[in-house]
Structures are given as C-alpha cells and as structure tokens.
C-alpha cells in the first residue's frame, strides 16, 4: 500500500544522511506508527467475512443458480433415455451447464446494477466469485448425476474416465470463455458468448455423428491434453480474479 | 479526514472527460456543479475507484485509495446517475441485499434497514417489489441503500432528479445533517439544492475545474453583473435574442428581464443581487 505521508517521512528522514543508528530506526519507526495510528478508525464497525458473504450470497441468489441448474439437468435427463450410444453426446450437454450461469453472473449487468455493487465492500470481483463457487458446485452436481445416469443407462463402468473428459473438456472451454469475457469487459459480447456456447453443443453434436474416432479409447490421449490446456486457461481465470480481489481491482462489466 | 484528489484525468481516446483537477474535501457538503458533459460523473467513478484514471491520484488520508481497496469502500456511500434495481426484489430485500454486499451482519443490516425506509418514507410500502415504485420512490431507495454502512464519504450523483418538492426538502435535511462530520459530494443540476446545503461549491466545466468556494463567495464573482429590466412583451422577445436573460417573468403589462451582463445592458436596467443560479449561467453563457 502507498502511503504519500509516510514516504514522505522516510524520505526526510533518508536525507538526513545518517547512518541507520539504532536510536534514529527507533525514533522512524515510532513516527511511522503515529502516522498509521493517526490514519485508523475509519473501520469501526463491525463486517462479515468471505464465508457469510458466501451464505448471503446462496441466500439470494441460491434459488436462480440451483433452479436453472436443475431444469436443464430434468430436461437433459428426459433426452437420455431416448439415445443411443449417449456417451457421445455427454460434450452436447455439458455447455447447457454453462449456459444456465450466464444469466446469473451477468444478472447485475442487465439489471444495470454493476456501478453500485462495485462500489461496495466485496466489489464486483467477490460478488463473480461467490457466484462460481455456488454455480460450479451446482455444474458438478450435476454433472455427476448425469454420468451416473448414462453409467445406469449402459449398465457398465467401463470409459469413466473418457464420459468424465467428454463433460469436462466442453465444460472448461465454456466457462473459461464466459470469464475471459467478464474480465476483459467485453460488454457487447455478451450475446455473442451465448450463441457460441449454444453453437458449441451443435458443434460436439456434429463431431459426434461426423468424427467418432473422437470418441473411441485411442483418442483418450487427445481429450486429456484438451482438458490440461483447458483447465490451465480456467485455472488461469481463476487465479487472476483471486489477484484482482487481493489488489483490491474493479473487476467485471461495470456500466 | 482529507480527500485529497491530485491532477486526476481521464481520457477516452482523444476526447478529455476530466482535466488535471485537483483539490482537497474536508468534512462538509460539496456542490459538484456544471453541465452535461462536464465531467461530473467521470470525476465521482473516479472518486469511487471504479474508473481507473488516466493519469492522477485520489488519496484519503494521504493513503491512495485505489490501493486502500475494501477498506475504502467501505467508507463510501454511492448512488449513481441512472442506477438499476432488481425488479423482483421487495424494498426490503433490496436494502438487505445491498446490505450483505456492504458486509453489514445480518443482525444489524435488518435493523438498519428498517431505520433507512423508516427515514426515507418508504416503511409502509417496505413488502412492495420495486418494479411496482414511482420513480421518485425508487431513487429513495437509491438513496437508503447509499446510507446503510454509515459512510464516511458520501457521493450522490443526481439524487434529487424525479423527487417532489417535498421530498426533496426532506433529502436535503438529511444530507446536510449527515455531512457534519463526513465529506458528501453531490451533482446536480437544481441549483438551489446545492445553494441551500452546500458548504463549498465545485464548478466544472469542460472537465476542468473552473471554481471553487463558498456560495458567497461564488456569487461575489457575478456581483454587479446581473440586471433586471423592465420591457414590453415584444421587446422582450428581441432582448432574449441579443443578451444573455437568466430569467423572465410577466408582471401587469410588462416583462421583468433578468440579464447576464458584463456592462449595464440598458439605461432602465437596474443591478440587482447575484444567485449562485446567475453564476453558473454565466459560467456556462458561451
């Protein structure tokens, strides 16, 4: 943090042209104390922290996240049972997911509240992330409960592990998108990421008529450097919106 | 507590929305005066560190604000321009929302908000969804939802746009009470809000910062400036082309003509005393 009065202090203090004597390090130390003590008691009351900011989230937005969530998992649920060889078609449902946050984490953008929510205590980039967290627990809710269904469906354990790339992969490659998106305040783009995530469920669907080499055991190599790179622009995301809200930056789309 | 803003600018491309301003808030209420375009809103997201500046500094308290993060906004209180609403939301769980965003405890965020609605009059209507308000209504939400943390720094950007008279005379009490011991920066185009609250007023123009005083003070500059004069209707018409009239009212027969004039505009005209309202006219004339 900078603080012009206290370098100033120690800039003063630097000219003097001394060597550090103990008693002249006390006698700075003890003046830049003052100086922070003078500069205290603006927060005298009482906040909450992240974890109850997190419940009052769930609070009001639990309902949206968890019943969108929900309605897509029912719809996608009543399709699987009238598909054959569904795995192929578990990367044209995993961006509906993803889908069904947007309208949640863009909710203060079309509301036209994203001036006033950053402005306040958590700011926009605490208010993005409590939303992930509730969201992405919701995506894998149900994103477990799908596979298990398909896994009962097929009455075999067998290609777990590539139905469990074949959902994340599309899934990575969505929500890394969406917050690129946010981050770079891309406003009028909002639309544009919706169609695209829209377009990616066709697209896996065509690859799963047209290529299904794709989907066959040698390929489980392509679809594990698919998500190691996927989860790295994720991850990416991820970290620097926990850099933004350590900094203390304005994050997201503030209109 | 100081607010001290150090050659803040901000440019949009070629365009410049604030030029090099500079000045120190103490504790008081401050008048952000100036016409549309003239940086106003700029200058207050600046304030609010959620515009980054071009170039230029905000520090509070010889800390830079941006810097400060989540413990400066915790000491502001902002009510934007054209702000929004949740439509779905009740009054009530409006300010609770905003409340959790300000990190206000639960226990405390409902006691508060039913001291706010209580203080903006809204208390019997806390249970009605918001989309269901009049528009004066749903500023007074705005305005309560600006107060819940108890800000240290208060910053309203128009607050009294679509509120009645009354309502405004009711703001205007609880925001010079409120800026006892607080810094309140406040837009606005009424000029008599600001004339009767203000302890300083800041006038801009074309992003810079053209004035800044008292309102005695302020309306010192346009002393000897301003006429009256009384003419005919039809002369009347002819005046308001070639002088600069403020104002114009009908009395019997003739037309009493307020006029910004460096120079006595006619033999008849007579000097009368300045408002902040001719000041800012003038300003703004060319």
Redesign the interface.
Known sequence: ??????EEYLQSSLRQGEEGSPDKIEETAAGCIE?MR??GG??E????GFW??LS??L??EGLAIFGLQAGVLFVICLQVGYMDNVSHYIPVFTPLFALVVMPVLF?SQF???G?????????GVE?ILAKLILAGGANLICITVLLCLIMRLQNSRENMGQMVLYSLVPYLVCMSAMLRLIRLRRKERISVCAVAMAGSCVGWGLSAKALPWLYETSAAGLWIVLFVIFAGFFGKELCLIWEMKR????YGI?D | MELSIDRLTKHYGRKIAVDCVSTALRPGMYGLLGENGAGKTTLM?ML?????PTSGEV?L????V???????????G???Q??????NYTAR?FLL??A???????D?AKKRVRELLEIVGLQDVETKKIKAFSGGMKRRV?IA?ALL??P?ILILDEPTAGLDPKERVRFRNLISDYAKDRIVILSTHIVSDIEAIADEVLLMRKGKLVSQGTVPELTKQAAGKVWELAVSPAEAAQWQEKASVANLRHEGEQVILRILSDDRPAMEAVCCEATLEDLYLQSFRE
């Open positions: 943090m900078r603080d012009r009065r206290i100086i003078g500069q603006y927060g009351e009482e906040r909450t109850q900011f009052d989230v609070r009001f909710r509301y036209k509240m001036e006033m929510e950053a402005v306040t205590r958590t700011s208010i900094e203390g930056k304005p503030i | 997201r609010c560190a959620i515009l980054e520090f308290d010889g800390m830079e941006s810097a400060m993060g989540a413990d400066y906004r915790d000491l502001l902002y009510l934007p054209d702000f929004g609403y949740y439509p769980e929302y905003m959790a965003l300000k990190g206000i405890p639960r405390q705005g939802q943390n108890h240290k």
